[in-house]
């Protein structure tokens, strides 16, 4: 499609799998996770295995379901975003077999109606997946901005003191973090915006034509980790009104925002988190758009920070895929790729028994509460770090998070704890790739 498009397809699509092992392997590992709520009465454990035997069945189908969505669902992407200027790459890929049995597994634990081929498709909301990571910001950039806020309110500071602030340095006074705190919010909207709002102008247009159809936006992150402002969300939002209205999509399900900052007015709307409101539509005066508005989601306790939206890809033959659209910059992915480790394991996504983590399962299913609170401060903090390298607002003498200085109690030796930093992690991806 383009030297920036890069496709990856399933492999061994059609190699049998043994679907009784895989079932009886993904029963063990949940028991081993979860003793409290374990499966271990004969009729349900038999019961338990054929419906997940059916499952990994039904996932092996999908798998090549999915693997031939992926081309005409990345080209329908590649071509809404035809000014590529402001990204260094795109990438995508179909679910794969054992991922896809692994997710249609846990909604079946957790009780979900898995009966046909069509429950556990529509199941599967990612099954293609769809990355654009976009450029950095450089300090000159930042720089100009931010004297452009300062010039506006007449503020008597520079760019080093704002950076110096945003990083938390001890020595910024408390008149300075006064003084900042109130141009904040304005100064990191302009730089998300700078970094960001060439993809939105055009998602925009593309959702207007029909191009794509996004259902769902999740902006994760903080006011500093997060991609996306809130007046860009509501761009898009006003984009995909426009198109309901204009009948250019159809939609029987509520248009769902997850941000930190409400969206819509609370002095217009009476909003609980969570709940589903009727908006009236800018563009037909007898309609109202569903919308299910989320703060609480937007904040994840390990900082994760991505701009996610899923998509319904209108393919040939009728059909139509489902996507999930990531953007994030080149700073993050790498780590975002790879920081997701201990937390499966944790919650026992990756299996006990997988040799490929082997060295460092132990100590983080094995981990104290505090010290994984701890832990998890470190990868926020990361998080942190290469989106203020993003954006611009790193300073030549800041050092990378060291995650010796948070986990402090002797618990896991130097040694066990590189292997869990951020190197550590891409280390490990690597060999296991």
Avoid at 30 to 49: G, H, M, S
Avoid at 114 to 139: H, M, N, T
Avoid at 141 to 164: L, P
Avoid at 187 to 196: C, F, K, N, P
């Amino acid at each position: 499609l383009n030297k920036k498009v890069v496709i990856s397809h399933n492999e061994n699509l059609g190699a049998q799998i043994d679907s009784t092992s895989q079932a009886m392997d993904y029963l063990e590992n949940f028991n081993y996770n979860n003793p409290d709520v374990a499966i271990v009465e004969p009729e349900q454990v038999k019961y338990t295995i054929d419906a997940f035997d059916d499952l990994s069945v039904q996932s092996q189908r999908l798998a090549t379901t999915f693997d031939s969505q992926i081309d005409q669902a990345t080209e329908q992407v590649s071509k809404t975003i035809s000014d590529k200027s402001q990204i260094e790459l795109i990438t995508a890929r179909p679910k794969s077999q054992s991922s896809t049995f692994a997710k249609l597994a846990k909604k079946k634990i957790e009780g979900a109606q898995l009966s046909s081929f069509d429950d556990c498709y529509e199941a599967i909301g990612d099954a293609v997946g769809i990355r654009v990571q976009i450029k950095s910001l450089d300090s000159s950039a930042s720089r100009e901005v931010v004297e452009d806020v300062f010039k506006k309110y007449n503020i008597s500071a520079t760019y080093d003191d704002f950076v110096r602030y945003i990083q938390n340095d001890s020595l910024v006074s408390s008149k300075q973090i006064e003084m900042f705190s109130n141009v904040r919010t304005e100064i990191l909207d302009s730089l998300r915006t700078l970094q960001t709002q060439n993809v939105i102008d055009q998602l925009a247009v593309g959702i207007r034509k029909g191009q794509i159809n996004i259902t769902e936006i999740n902006n994760y992150g903080t006011d500093l980790t997060s991609y996306f402002t809130e007046k860009q969300i509501a761009q898009l939002f006003d984009a995909y009104d426009d198109a309901l209205s204009g009948n250019i999509i159809a939609s029987d399900e509520p248009f769902k925002i997850v941000t930190r900052r409400r969206i819509f007015d609370d002095g217009n709307y009476d909003i609980t988190d969570g709940e589903t409101i009727d908006v009236k539509s800018n563009y037909s005066s007898d309609k109202v758009v569903s919308v299910k508005q989320n703060t609480q989601k937007a904040l994840k306790d390990c900082g994760y920070s991505s701009a996610q939206m899923n998509l319904k890809h209108k393919l040939s033959g009728h059909t139509v895929a489902n996507g999930e659209l990531q953007i994030r910059g080149v700073e993050l992915n790498s780590f975002a790729d790879v920081e997701h480790i201990p937390y499966d394991i944790r919650t026992g996504k990756i299996n006990f028994k997988d040799p490929k983590y082997a060295e460092i399962y132990d100590v983080i299913h094995k981990m104290s509460a505090e010290n994984y609170g701890n832990y998890n401060r470190y990868i926020s903090d990361m998080y942190k770090f290469l989106r203020m390298k993003e954006l611009g607002l790193i300073s030549d003498d800041l050092n990378l998070p060291d995650i010796t200085s948070y986990i402090t109690n002797g618990e896991i030796s130097d040694e066990l704890l590189s292997k869990l930093d951020m190197n550590g992690l891409i280390e490990l991806a690597k060999k296991n790739h």
